[in-house]
């Protein structure tokens, strides 16, 4: 398999711009998990699926923010519009509802610069 | 909801020398505590975990231990080499049943000095 792909891998944008942050879970995994990485505030938990449904999206930092999930091996998040201080680190992870394992297996990450 | 501290922010040992990152959480009720290592420029990945039944858990030259009572759990890194330079990121959930999103500290920088 070939793991979480998440594209694109590097963004530079200007402020007012709407973002797009694709990802694809591996597959046969059913939870999906959006993470956001920076210095100052570490990795934080955005929002998270199961089963395509979204169960908790209290980590999402304001309404610009949006994630859809409209199918098992697809899911976006969406910044619109986007703003210097949402510059960062955007991980996909996916792992196997129920496996016991636990396991959190990230994508290469997004790498999101607002002007 | 969770919260989950860890220290030091940056740890710096000779190779060969032992190196121990230690993590407190706040919700009694987590149960699932996994350690991931991220390189520089890379994805965090697993290096080891540890369930709310057992104590201590070891592979090879990682260990972590656990202590409920206190709510805190340690990584612990024997005999380090160059390659184990990297950021080391402690977590916390309730993963017992469904999938629920880890808590992450906000991560230790650990550097191996030749």
């Known amino acids: 398999d070939a793991g979480v792909i998440q594209s694109p891998r590097h963004e530079v944008t200007e402020m007012g711009q709407e973002v797009t942050l694709r990802c694809k879970p591996i597959s046969g995994h059913n939870s999906l998990f959006w993470y956001r990485q920076t210095m100052m505030r570490g990795l934080e938990l955005l929002i998270y699926?199961?089963?395509?449904?979204?169960?908790?999206d209290s980590g999402m930092p304001e309404d610009r923010f949006s994630a859809k999930m409209p199918n098992a091996s697809f899911s976006t998040l969406k910044i619109q519009p986007s703003e210097p201080r949402d510059s960062a680190v955007y991980f996909c992870a996916s792992t196997p509802q129920g496996s016991g394992t636990g396991e959190l297996f990230f994508g290469e990450g997004s790498r999101l610069t607002v002007l | 909801g969770e919260n989950v501290e860890q220290h030091p922010s940056t740890l710096s040992v000779q190779e060969g020398d032992s190196a121990v990152i230690k993590c407190t959480y706040s919700d009694s009720a987590s149960n699932y505590f996994p350690w991931y290592k991220q390189e520089l420029g890379k994805r965090p990945q697993l290096i080891i975990d540890?369930?709310?039944?057992?104590g201590e858990k070891k592979d090879q030259r990682i260990a972590v231990t656990l202590n409920k009572t206190a709510k805190h759990f340690s990584l612990h890194i024997t005999e380090t080499q160059p390659e184990d330079s990297a950021v080391y990121f402690c977590a916390a959930s309730m993963r017992g049943g469904g999938a629920d999103g880890l808590t992450f500290g906000k991560g230790t920088h650990l550097i191996i000095q030749p």
């Open positions: 540890i369930r709310s039944n057992v």
């Open positions: 699926f199961n089963n395509n449904v979204p169960i908790d």
